[in-house]
C-alpha cells in the first residue's frame, strides 16, 4: 500500500504561528473577523472556510492537550485548572460564536454552489449542531464537562494492596491471572471492595450528569435525552429500534456461544463451579500469557507487529514515538482507560492507556494502534469538520487491527502454544464482549427514558438488565452486592454518554473485515485504509461500503458474523 505517516503539523496563514489559546480575549478577535469577513465569491468562500478550518485546529488541539495533561496526572490541581478553565472560560464563549458561523455558511447564497458529493455530510453535520443549539444550555455543557472529568479523578485514586505491595485496579488485574484460586479470589474481592468504598461518591456524581444530561434535552426540544443526543452524535442511519433489536440478537445468537466459551474454560480449569475471578486463568501448571514487561517493550513489538502487517502501519506508531505522544503504563494517579486522541492540528495523535504487562494490553495497544492509523490517513483531509468521521467506522477502525494483527503476534509469543492461547484468548474476547455491549447499552436506554430515578431504581432496572443477559455457567451467588455496584466501572456512562452500542455494531463490521483479510488479504488491507481515508467525507452506509462491507447489524448479519468467529474458534482449539 502506498500511505506515509510522514505526517506534518498543519500551516497557520489565519492565526499566527506563535499564537497560544491562554483566554478569551486574545481569541475572541479570530472568531469575529470569521462573523464580519464579506464573502463575495466562491473562491472567498473557500479561503473562509478554510480558516474556520485553522482555528478550529488550534482550538481543539489545545483543549485536547489539556485534557490528556490532566488524565496523565489526576493528582496534579495545576493541570485540572487549566483543563477546567477552557471548560468553563472559553468553550463557553466559543459556542455563540461557532452557531452564528454555523448560520452564515448555510445561508449564504454560495453554500449551495459547493460541491454536493464533497459536502454534504459536512453541511449536514452544520445544520445538526445548529438545530441543537441552544444558548441557555451553554453553562450546563460547561459544567457537565467538569463534572464529566471527576470520574476519572475518582478512579485513578484506587489502588489495592496485594502480598504488601500497592497496586493500581489496572495493576491488580494480572492477579486474576494466578494459578493460585485463594490469591485470584482475595484480589478480586479486594478491587470490588475498593469500588464499593467510593460508590456513593460517584452516585451523586452520577445524579448530577443525569439531571443536567435531561435538562439539555428538554431545553433542545427533546422528548429524552436519548433524542437529543443521537442526534448530538449524528445517528442519521439507525435509531433505538436497531438497537433493541441488536439486543436480542445478541442473546439469541451471542449467548450460546458464551456459553460455550465458559463450559470450555470451566473444563480446562477443572472446576466445579465456575466463579468471576476465574475467567482469566489458566489451567494449574500453565503460567499465564507474558507478552512484555514494560510499556518500551510494548511499544517495540506493538510497532514490529504493525510493521509486518504492513510497513505503513508501523511507521505510524514510530512517528507517534518520535514525537513522544505515548502514554502507556499504569501508575497511581492516572486516570483509568485508554484512548486515542486525534490532534487536529499535529496530526499525529496520542495513545493513553494503563499497562500491566498482561494480555489484555497488547489487544488494547493495537486497538488505539488502529485508532492512530485512521487519525493519519484522515489528516490529509482539507478541513477539520471532513476529519470528523462517525464513531462506527472509527471503532471498524480498532477493532478490525485487533484482528488482523492475530497472524503477527508472534512478536510477543515466542512460544507456539502461547500464540495459539493468545488468539483463543482474542476470540473468546470477541464473543463474550457483546453481551456486556447490551447491558450497557441496555441500561442507558432506561436511564434517559427514567431521568428522575432514585438510586434504588437504578440498581433495580441495572440488576434486571444483568441477569437477562447472564450466561448459564459461572456462578455469582454471594456477589450480588458487588454485581449491583458493578455499572460504576464503565467509564462511558460518566464520559461518553450513550456511546458503547458503536463497540457492538463495528465489532459486527471488524469480524466482516477479517473475513475479507481471511479470503484476501492485500485486498482487505487497501479496502480498510480507503475507507478510513475518507474521514467523514461520506455516509456512514458509503464509507461501510467502501471497506467492502454493508451497514447491516440485523439478527440474520450477526449470525453469519458469529458462526464465522466460531468456526475460527474450532480451528484454534484443534491446532
Not at 445468537?253 to 470451566?266: C, D, I, S
Request: glycine residues 6%.
Amino acid at each position: 500500500m502506498n500511505y506515509s505517516a510522514d505526517i506534518q503539523k498543519l500551516p497557520r496563514h489565519f492565526v499566527p504561528v506563535n499564537f497560544q489559546v491562554k483566554d478569551w480575549d486574545s481569541l475572541e478577535p479570530y472568531f469575529k473577523e470569521l462573523l464580519l469577513r464579506p464573502i463575495g465569491t466562491s473562491e472567498e468562500l473557500q479561503q473562509w472556510l478554510r480558516d474556520q478550518s485553522e482555528l478550529e485546529a488550534v482550538v481543539n488541539e489545545d483543549a485536547c492537550w489539556r485534557q490528556i495533561n490532566m488524565t496523565r496526572d489526576t493528582t496534579n490541581k495545576a493541570l485540572e485548572e487549566a483543563y477546567n478553565f477552557f471548560c468553563l472560560e472559553i468553550q463557553p464563549k466559543i459556542q455563540p460564536y461557532a452557531d452564528a458561523l454555523n448560520k452564515k455558511l448555510v445561508n449564504h447564497p454560495l453554500t449551495k454552489e459547493l460541491d454536493h458529493q464533497t459536502y454534504f455530510t459536512y453541511l449536514r453535520n452544520i445544520q445538526k449542531s445548529i438545530d441543537l443549539f441552544r444558548e441557555e444550555n451553554i453553562p450546563l455543557q460547561a459544567e457537565i464537562s467538569v463534572l464529566q472529568q471527576q470520574y476519572g479523578q475518582v478512579v485513578g485514586e484506587m489502588s489495592v494492596e496485594v502480598n504488601g505491595n500497592e497496586y493500581t485496579l489496572q495493576q491488580a488485574g494480572k492477579f486474576l491471572e494466578n494459578e493460585d484460586r485463594n490469591l485470584r479470589e482475595s484480589v478480586y474481592r479486594k478491587i470490588q471492595e475498593r469500588r464499593i468504598l467510593d460508590k456513593e461518591k460517584l452516585n451523586g456524581l452520577f445524579n448530577k450528569l443525569i439531571e443536567l444530561r435531561n435538562n439539555l434535552a428538554v431545553n433542545a426540544g427533546f422528548a429524552t435525552y436519548t433524542e437529543y443526543r443521537f442526534k448530538e452524535l449524528g445517528r442519521f442511519d439507525y435509531d433505538p429500534n436497531d438497537c433493541f433489536q441488536f439486543h436480542d440478537a445478541v442473546k439469541q445468537h451471542v449467548l450460546p456461544l458464551v456459553n460455550q466459551v465458559y463450559e470450555r474454560k470451566k473444563k480446562q480449569l477443572g472446576l466445579e463451579s465456575l466463579r468471576p475471578w476465574d475467567l482469566e486463568a489458566e489451567p494449574a501448571g500453565t503460567s499465564p500469557l507474558h507478552p512484555f514487561n514494560e510499556g518500551k517493550e510494548l511499544l517495540q513489538k506493538s510497532i514490529a507487529c504493525f510493521e509486518a502487517l504492513d510497513p505503513f502501519f508501523g511507521n505510524c506508531l514510530s512517528r507517534m514515538d518520535s514525537m513522544h505522544h505515548l502514554d502507556l503504563e499504569s501508575r497511581k494517579g492516572k486516570a483509568p482507560g485508554g484512548y486515542n486522541c486525534p490532534l487536529a492540528e499535529s496530526g499525529a495523535p496520542f495513545i493513553f492507556m494503563n499497562a500491566a504487562g498482561q494480555m489484555h494490553d497488547v489487544t488494547t495497544m493495537v486497538h488505539e494502534g488502529g485508532h492512530a492509523v485512521h487519525s493519519f490517513l484522515a489528516h490529509p483531509l482539507e478541513l477539520s469538520g471532513f476529519k470528523e468521521y462517525p464513531m462506527e467506522i472509527a471503532e471498524v477502525a480498532s477493532m478490525a487491527m485487533e484482528l488482523f494483527t492475530m497472524d503477527y503476534w508472534d512478536k510477543f509469543f515466542d512460544n507456539p502454544e502461547d500464540l495459539r492461547r493468545a488468539k483463543v484468548h482474542q476470540l473468546e474476547r470477541v464473543i463474550t464482549i457483546f453481551p456486556w455491549i447490551a447491558i450497557i447499552d441496555k441500561f442507558q436506554h432506561w436511564l434517559y427514558s427514567h431521568p428522575k430515578h432514585t438510586e434504588e431504581e437504578r440498581t433495580g432496572a441495572w440488576k434486571l438488565i444483568l441477569a437477562e443477559f447472564e450466561d448459564k455457567v459461572i456462578d455469582y451467588s454471594g456477589l450480588e452486592g458487588y454485581r449491583a455496584n458493578s455499572w460504576q466501572r464503565q467509564l462511558h456512562l460518566f464520559e461518553v454518554p450513550l456511546y458503547y452500542i458503536e463497540y457492538g455494531i463495528a465489532q459486527l463490521g471488524a469480524i466482516g473485515m477479517w473475513m475479507q483479510y481471511k479470503e484476501n488479504k492485500n485486498q482487505a488491507l487497501t479496502n480498510y485504509c480507503e475507507a478510513l481515508k475518507l474521514g467523514g467525507t461520506k455516509t456512514l452506509p458509503e464509507l461501510y461500503k467502501t471497506a467492502g462491507l454493508t451497514f447491516d447489524f440485523s439478527p440474520e448479519r450477526i449470525k453469519t458474523l458469529m458462526d464465522f468467529v466460531s468456526r475460527e474458534m474450532e480451528k484454534l482449539q484443534t491446532t
